[in-house]
């Protein structure tokens, strides 16, 4: 299964239900195990510069169209012993991959890329994590740098598909999102880009996003759902239901069949009791512990969900 299954074939999977829906899954299941195997991915982030972000993004928390008064405390760049700590949790709670999450349009001042480089280096050295970072609009020079230092993933999410993307946000163009992936594939990264699901777009837009990772050829593959958040243009938005997302991760996988696809943020209030189904309709990892701005679920009940349902820990 690939990118050139017909829109409207796609388009069905929103209408399957009873048995059939069960058998959708155990198909998407099939063809996750064929191609990526039965072990689950969990990464883990930290926020290391958080605050006000002079992008637009509708569905942030940090953006400048926040609601002044539901504005969040500005925290400048982390220390690098600080982010190398993080690290050092993640892997202690099972986390195989770690990123170094910064607010803001993009990380250019020397300083600051100096700190992470050398964060990344200690991670790489001393933690035993793999380090990855996201960082916003990067250069292909940033982005060698911080390669040589150690990097091996980078981060940055199209959000949503290049139809809907000017209805998100207005401070950057999709093409951006697009040259900087590509800048991290020149540099020698593997490349980590995903999308939100909720934010009111339509189902074929949802196809479009899957077919455009598709045309990238990222390695992971975050599937996110809107957690809305208070002060954000979002913040009133309708919440998916747990087989609407469910149907949208198969579909990532049929379109993406030999990718790491994520369920990431959002999952617990979109999904609800049903997060281990995500695992069983495409998904092959999920990002452990905390969100950005928004708290995530216990390690140890990630790893009892996966031990339940007869997965291979990472």
Same mark, same amino acid.
């Given at each position: 299964m690939n990118s050139d299954i017909p829109d409207e074939l796609l388009l069905s999977i929103y209408d399957v239900e009873g048995q059939e829906l069960f058998e959708l899954f155990a198909l998407a299941l099939g063809v996750k195990e /064929?191609?990526?195997g039965k072990g689950i991915n969990f990464c883990s982030i930290v926020s290391a510069k958080t605050g006000i972000c002079p992008e637009d993004c509708a569905f942030c928390g940090q953006s400048s169209k926040v609601k002044k008064n539901e504005k969040i405390k500005v925290s400048p760049l982390i220390s690098e012993s600080e982010i190398v700590e993080a690290a050092k949790r993640a892997r202690a709670n099972g986390a195989r991959e770690f990123s170094i999450v910064t607010s803001g349009t993009s990380v250019k001042e020397k300083v600051e890329l100096n700190i992470i480089? @050398?964060?990344? /280096? #200690?991670? /790489? @050295?001393?933690?035993g994590i793999t380090p990855c970072a996201s960082l916003g609009l990067m250069s292909y020079e940033d982005l060698l740098f911080l390669k040589n230092s150690g990097l091996e993933i980078f981060h940055h999410n199209i959000e949503t598909s290049r139809d809907y993307f000017p209805n998100i946000c207005s401070t950057h163009k999709y093409e951006d999102n697009v040259i900087s992936l590509k800048n991290a594939r020149k540099a020698g990264l593997k490349i980590c880009c995903g999308v939100i699901i909720g934010m009111g777009e339509s189902r074929i837009d949802r196809i479009k996003m899957a077919k455009e990772i598709k045309e990238l050829d990222v390695d992971n593959i975050p599937v996110n759902f809107l957690n809305p958040i208070k002060g954000t243009p979002l913040e009133n938005s309708s919440m998916l239901t747990p087989m609407e997302c469910l149907k949208t991760i198969a579909i990532? #996988?049929?379109v993406n069949p030999g990718k790491n696809i994520l369920a990431q943020g959002g999952r617990e209030v979109n999904l609800r009791q049903l997060q281990p189904l995500a695992l069983l309709a *495409?998904? @092959? *990892?999920?990002?452990l512990g905390d969100y950005l701005l928004t #708290? *995530? #679920?216990t390690p140890s009940l990630d790893f009892e969900m996966i031990n339940d349902l007869g997965f291979e820990k990472p």
């Open positions: /064929k191609w990526t480089s @050398n964060a990344v /280096k #200690r991670i /790489k @050295n001393e933690v990532f #996988r049929f *495409g998904a @092959n *990892g999920m990002l #708290r *995530g #679920r």
